[in-house]
């Protein structure tokens, strides 16, 4: 039921905010753009006000609920209520239906008769929220998107007489195409985008929930543009196609910016270009410590580490196994306002409040050992370094943890135990390693089993003896996923991270100061809880949140129990 609107315009409660110091832009901005939607949406374009803030209060205006339609749950169901002609022509979105009655998002949901027009569109009753114009316009790209909507726009440019055109790589039909293909992925949660040329033709593959998955494929007289497209974007060399490129770009979605990395490197049927898609910025929500579902035995002692005053706590595993999420949720915990917390990332994922966060730049040589050097000497308390890719990086962390400091870090290693000799094998000197790292967690992250679809099942003796010599399960119900349109087939939505947790002893800091190996590392952690990471992984399958299959793929026999 709506709210019953307010007497006060949406400058007028601005105006009653505490800490209200804006009055000369306001009014400007007023005078310029009236009062209502337009000035709304010029309080957000300058960033006078959170857009947030300012949305709910437009809002409360209309006697209203504000939804942002990015943040907000998005159905199948409400989807199909209303065509697209209808919601690109009025600017609506549905979001959900709940007991038999559709919210949507509209840019005008003061405006009764259009709510009643779609109403009987949708043959169901509707409940209006207000959501920016801009960012139901883009939302409706993004959710009406599919892979027959894709193919059809690409046969369609494959058949035309573009191809004439000598820029095609700008013409406005292949923009499109392009831009349609990004905000799929986005809807389809994919973290990568890859796009390769093949002997007949070439295809698109998304990675979604650590898979791949081919999502359509087009003609091959369309790759070369595709490509360009992309270094054009990117601010790359269209013209050098015998060398690997790396560059980044952004597409404005919404009120936002989704972000994405580049990397084009030549094949046998042309350049493979792979796009990374970051986080929207202002979008990726913080994740707590509580809500990565850490085990009990790896969390407790975790917390104990994060809160040491000095020493180097690494976060280990390969690229997009959310180590920078749990390094985000570890500051987030210690993040009070008497500590002076730094950050040295690339990029910044997420922009966290009352934290120091820069982002190095190779193109004018600002590297992480030279923003380090500098930070060291603002007075830090806690700093974050991205990833430490070098010896001096590591160098100056190593003399940055002895002297007071405590340093989050990320390395490339399959396991906890080899970042120890990792950071040994780059040049930091064992005398240095022993006692500046205090821990390390390594973690993997595994397909989650879709909730929707979600089955038990009993699996085979021998599975049982293999995975978890215990007999004792036999009767303990299994759980995997049949497959539906909610996980479009796969039985898997979302992902769920496992770890392994290596605390630094006496007797480690003994072994790293005689250059000791992994072996005898990990059998030293043993002896004071370490458990590999498999056994965590197994723990999440009896849980019922991912597979024996997931474990198996992310996880090496030889960390087995």
């Known amino acids: 039921m709506a709210k019953p609107p307010r007497n006060t315009s949406l400058a007028a409660q601005l105006r009653e905010?505490?800490?209200?110091?804006?009055?000369?832009?306001?009014?400007?901005?007023?005078?310029?753009?009236?009062?209502?939607?337009r000035l709304l949406e010029a309080l957000v374009e300058s960033k006078l006000v959170p857009k947030d803030i300012a949305c709910r209060l437009y809002?409360?205006?209309?006697?209203?609920?504000?939804?942002?339609?990015?943040?907000?749950?998005?159905?199948d169901e409400a989807l199909a209520a209303i065509p697209l002609e209808i919601a690109k022509k009025v600017n609506v979105i549905g979001l959900y239906v709940i007991d038999g009655v559709l919210t949507a998002a509209f840019a005008t949901p003061e405006d009764a008769g259009t709510v009643k027009r779609v109403s009987l569109i949708a043959q169901m009753p509707v409940s209006p929220v207000f959501a920016l114009p801009r960012d139901i316009t883009d939302a409706i790209l993004i959710q009406y998107s599919t892979e027959k909507n894709l193919e059809d726009t690409l046969n369609e440019l494959s058949g035309s007489t573009v191809f004439d055109n000598p820029d095609l790589a700008e013409s406005e039909s292949l923009v499109k195409v392009f831009d349609d293909i990004v905000y799929y992925a986005i809807r389809e949660r994919a973290t990568d985008i890859h796009i390769e040329p093949?002997?007949?033709?070439?295809?698109?593959?998304?990675?979604?929930?650590?898979?791949?998955?081919?999502?359509?494929?087009?003609?091959?007289?369309?790759?070369?543009?595709?490509?360009?497209?992309?270094?054009?974007?990117?601010?790359?060399?269209?013209?050098?196609?015998?060398?690997?490129?790396?560059?980044?770009?952004?597409?404005?979605?919404?009120?936002?910016?989704?972000?994405?990395?580049?990397?084009?490197?030549?094949?046998?049927?042309?350049?493979?270009?792979?796009?990374?898609?970051?986080?929207?910025?202002?979008?990726?929500?913080?994740?707590?410590?509580?809500?990565?579902?850490?085990?009990?035995?790896?969390?407790?002692?975790?917390?104990?580490?994060?809160?040491?005053?000095?020493g180097i706590i690494f976060v280990t595993g390969p690229t997009g196994s959310g180590k920078t999420?749990?390094?985000?949720?570890?500051?987030?915990?210690?993040?009070?306002?008497?500590?002076?917390?730094?950050?040295?990332?690339?990029?910044?994922?997420?922009?966290?409040?009352?934290?120091?966060?820069?982002?190095?730049?190779?193109?004018?040589?600002?590297?992480?050992?030279?923003?380090?050097?500098?930070?060291?000497?603002?007075?830090?308390?806690?700093?974050?370094?991205?990833?430490?890719?070098?010896?001096?990086?590591?160098?100056?962390?190593?003399?940055?943890?002895?002297?007071?400091?405590?340093?989050f870090a990320t390395l490339h290693t399959n396991n906890a135990a080899q970042a120890i000799v990792r950071l040994i094998e780059i040049g930091v000197e064992p005398y240095m390693v022993a006692p500046s790292v205090i821990g390390v967690l390594a973690q993997r992250l595994a397909a989650r089993i879709c909730e929707n679809c979600k089955e038990p099942y009993f699996p085979s003796r021998e599975v049982l003896q293999k995975y978890f010599k215990d007999e004792g399960l036999a009767e303990v119900p299994f759980y995997r996923g049949r497959g539906c349109g909610a996980c479009r087939g796969t039985g898997y939505k979302g992902r769920v991270a496992f770890h392994e947790l290596v605390l630094i002893t006496e007797e480690i800091r003994t072994l790293i100061t005689n250059r000791a190996s992994v072996q005898e590392i990990t059998a030293a952690a043993a002896k004071v809880g370490y458990k590999p990471m498999r056994y965590d992984g197994l723990k999440k399958v009896l849980l019922g949140l991912t597979t024996i299959e997931e474990i198996e793929a992310n996880t090496s026999f030889e960390w087995a129990t």
Do not use: W
């Open 59 to 75: 809002a409360d205006c209309l006697g209203l609920a504000y939804v942002d339609p990015f943040a907000s749950l998005v159905t």
């Open 198 to 310: 093949q002997e007949g033709q070439c295809r698109i593959r998304f990675r979604i929930d650590g898979l791949l998955r081919e999502v359509l494929t087009y003609s091959r007289k369309l790759h070369r543009s595709f490509v360009s497209r992309i270094k054009i974007l990117s601010n790359l060399n269209i013209a050098e196609t015998r060398f690997p490129q790396d560059g980044r770009f952004s597409m404005p979605v919404g009120s936002a910016n989704a972000n994405f990395r580049v990397s084009t490197i030549p094949a046998h049927y042309g350049e493979k270009a792979v796009i990374r898609i970051l986080a929207m910025s202002g979008r990726k929500s913080m994740i707590t410590l509580e809500r990565m579902m850490m085990s009990q035995t790896i969390l407790a002692p975790f917390r104990r580490l994060i809160e040491n005053p000095t």
């Open 325 to 407: 999420t749990t390094l985000y949720s570890a500051l987030q915990e210690i993040n009070k306002p008497g500590a002076n917390i730094s950050t040295i990332e690339d990029p910044i994922e997420i922009q966290l409040p009352g934290i120091t966060q820069t982002q190095v730049n190779s193109h004018i040589d600002l590297k992480f050992s030279t923003v380090l050097r500098s930070l060291l000497r603002q007075d830090p308390d806690v700093i974050l370094i991205g990833e430490i890719r070098d010896l001096e990086t590591a160098k100056i962390a190593a003399e940055a943890a002895l002297t007071g400091h405590i340093v």
């Open 17 to 37: 905010l505490p800490h209200f110091d804006f009055e000369t832009e306001l009014s400007a901005l007023e005078q310029q753009h009236g009062g209502g939607l």
